[in-house]
């Protein structure tokens, strides 16, 4: 949960909405943010088992995020 935790609040440097809090920027981020979820808990669970990431994982900004971990 720490790792989920520290991933998400990483992904607000990437939000492309971050000054935005209308109505319908909330519903973006809350869609990229629900798939970037996902895409990080997968992501770690191959790094933890020591599986490689896929080339397709690999061109999503989620494997940036773990780098740094």
């Known amino acids: 949960m720490d790792v ?3 991933a998400v609040s990483a992904l607000s440097f990437y939000d492309p909405d971050q000054k935005s809090n209308d109505h ?3 519903v973006r981020k809350a869609i990229r943010l629900t ?3 996902a895409m ?3 992501a770690y669970d191959r790094i933890r088992k020591g599986k490689t990431l896929s080339s ?3 061109r999503f900004r989620t494997r ?3 780098c740094c971990f």
């Open 24 to 26: 319908e920027a909330n």
């Open 40 to 42: 990080t808990v997968a």
């Open 64 to 66: 940036r995020i773990f």
């Open 35 to 37: 798939s970037q979820i």
């Open 4 to 6: 989920l935790r520290t």
């Open 56 to 58: 397709r994982t690999a």
